[in-house]
Nanobody
Framework: VQLQASGGGLVQTGGSLRLSCAAS????????IAWFRQAPGKEREAVSY????????DYAGSVKGRFTISRDNAKTTFSLQMNSLKPEDTAVYYC??????????????????WGQGTQVTVSS
């Protein structure tokens, strides 16, 4: 199983970026996909989650209304559209996959697979 994250970059405050996570190697597909982020000196925090079976999504309060998680029809690419970016969104962003319903989607320990990070930097 591989998760390949991409799409990070440098953007000004108020700008937008779209992150992608390409998933491969799953036999039946993941149950859910999440995006986490980790800023320097801080713990990795949950940003958003989508359930593959019914497309229900959830978001951290700090990004709700600005970020949108989605998947393609083939359920192999998962995106995080980030709008109205703020300097505090600066972090390395990771996608993660889980094979069964999470007890708490915000808990990083629940996830079975992780992609490499992609850096998002928002300048003020």
């Amino acid at each position: 199983v591989q998760l390949q994250a991409s799409g990070g970059g440098l953007v000004q405050t108020g700008g937008s970026l779209r992150l992608s996570c390409a998933a491969s190697g799953f036999t039946l597909g993941p149950y859910g996909i999440a995006w986490f982020r980790q800023a320097p000196g801080k713990e990795r925090e949950a940003v958003s989650y989508i359930s593959i079976s019914d497309d229900t999504a959830d978001y951290a309060g700090s990004v709700k209304g600005r970020f949108t998680i989605s998947r393609d029809n083939a359920k192999t690419t998962f995106s995080l559209q980030m709008n109205s970016l703020k300097p505090e969104d600066t972090a390395v962003y990771y996608c993660a996959a889980i094979n069964s319903p999470p007890v708490n989607w915000r808990w990083r320990g629940d996830y079975d697979y992780w992609g490499q990070g992609t850096q998002v930097t928002v300048s003020s």
